[in-house]
């Protein structure tokens, strides 16, 4: 397909465990980020990814998360001995550069359980 | 860095009653604003965008948006909404070079 796509869709894990949560985003576009949506709540910004330049990690709540992108194309998001809190659907998004750079393309997401 | 504020979390609106969902950023230098909607269920999708020229801006499904220079503000309207209209909200902002920055949202809840 043409769209951003996220596997797995859904994820079931048990506490300590690690997960590896996978982007592939639209092919060309440059810019890629991780969002965290808990249920009910809004956006939480993970990182952000822009061609090669440094990605921005501001948004990593821990350094049980991290996350790498090869090149411009496939993007994982690990997050280590999983905890209950981190229970969430994982949002990948990607754009093309300049004045369609806030023109983001969003997948379905990863839901995450911690049991 | 800009942000973006959204002041309210919740709007509770009538069916067929008008609707204004508020959005204020800062930024010092030109900025494009967004709009964003997250149907029950679905994902986020782009409905509508500021880049230049007018500061009204449409979406094909009856809102509006006005940008607002002064107050630093991109409001997001419908003169009359619908059940389906139902959704989670986010205002979003761009500053040229930087990563788009999103509101925290508002859900818009019509009732019949």
């Known amino acids: 397909g043409a769209g951003v796509s996220q596997s797995p869709s859904n994820k079931v894990t048990e506490k300590g465990k690690d997960v590896e949560l996978r982007c592939d985003p639209i092919s060309g576009h440059t810019a890629l980020y991780w969002y965290r949506q808990r249920l009910g709540q809004g956006l939480e910004f993970l990182i952000y990814?822009?061609?090669?330049?440094?990605?921005?990690k501001s948004g990593l709540p821990s350094d049980r998360f991290s996350a790498e992108r090869t090149g411009e194309s496939v993007s994982t998001l690990t997050i280590q001995r999983t905890q209950q809190e981190d229970s969430a659907v994982y949002l990948c998004?990607?754009?093309?550069?300049?004045?369609?750079?806030?023109?983001?393309?969003f997948g379905e997401g990863s839901r995450l359980t911690v049991l | 860095a800009q942000s973006v504020t959204q002041l309210d979390s919740q709007v509770p609106v009538f069916e067929e009653a008008p609707v204004e969902l508020r959005c204020n950023y800062s930024s010092s230098v030109s900025v494009y604003l967004f709009w964003y909607v997250q149907y029950p269920n679905q994902g986020l999708q782009l409905l509508l965008k500021?880049?230049?020229?007018?500061?009204l801006v449409e979406s094909i499904n009856g809102f509006e948006a006005e940008f607002n220079k002064s107050q630093t503000s991109f409001h997001l309207r419908k003169p009359s909404v619908h059940i389906s209209d139902t959704a989670e909200y986010f205002c979003a902002v761009l500053k040229a070079g930087n990563m788009l920055t999103f509101g925290g949202g508002t859900r818009l809840m019509v009732k019949p």
């Open positions: 500021y880049l230049s020229g007018s500061t």
């Open positions: 990814f822009q061609g090669n330049s440094a990605p921005d």
């Open positions: 998004a990607s754009s093309l550069a300049g004045l369609r750079a806030g023109e983001l393309f």
